[in-house]
């Protein structure tokens, strides 16, 4: 059995394969994501989202743990759960653009009904039902429902999960007052991997899942 992972950053993705698991960061680029696992498809029996996102559920805080309600079997979330106690179920969101404003979140709570918001779980998914491939998406929340993404961090974004330094820096200078909020996102974004990382520790991603898969779905 061959997972292979979809992500956002490039540090999530050399978490994974730390961990030994084909990983493909996207970084919210729909033709870069694709075309990787598309790459990476041979020999592949499960597809798995993982990294960062936003809270779009105001009850959930940085470093919460959210398993997608709906994209594997339920005796499959269920070992999962067992092996996450503190982690919980709900809907998770992929969106093209990143939701920056607290309003924003608001609304595509209102609209959709999810949890968290992230960039690459609908593209990966999208790709795991062209190929008939079970799915399954976990994210770690960075940002809360309450809070706003500065504009200095989004111009670091690069599409494919890089990050462009200069750009921030030049951002910053542009606009310095954004720089209390843009170390705040820093740190929770930093707390969130560390949390992330732990994940990957505990699910022994490769054997556990491996055992569960063949076992449950």
Do not use: W
């Amino acid at each position: 059995m061959s997972i292979l992972a979809a992500t956002g950053l490039q540090s999530e993705a050399r978490l994974l394969g730390r961990y030994g698991l084909m990983a493909v960061a996207g970084g919210g680029d729909k033709t870069t994501l694709a075309s990787g696992l598309e790459r990476q498809i041979a020999g592949a029996t499960l597809v798995i989202s993982t990294g960062l996102g936003g809270a779009l559920n105001p009850d959930l805080g940085i470093g919460d743990i959210v398993i997608d309600a709906g994209t594997t079997s339920n005796a499959f979330i269920a070992a999962l759960l067992n092996k996450l106690p503190e982690a919980c179920q709900g809907l998770i969101h992929g969106s093209y653009a990143p939701l920056a404003t607290i309003a924003d979140k608001a609304a595509l709570r209102f609209q959709s009904r999810a949890d968290v918001v992230d960039m690459e779980s609908h593209i990966a998914a999208e790709f795991a039902a062209r190929h008939g491939i079970p799915f399954l998406a976990l994210r770690v929340v960075s940002d809360t429902a309450h809070d706003a993404i500065p504009s200095a961090a989004l111009a670091g974004m690069i599409p494919g999960g890089g990050v462009a330094p200069l750009a921030v820096i030049n951002e910053l200078r542009r606009r310095p007052m954004q720089l209390p909020a843009l170390l705040r996102t820093a740190i929770n974004a930093a707390r969130a991997m560390r949390v992330l990382d732990r994940v990957y520790r505990r699910l022994d991603l490769v054997r556990n899942i491996r055992e569960h898969f063949v076992d449950m779905v």
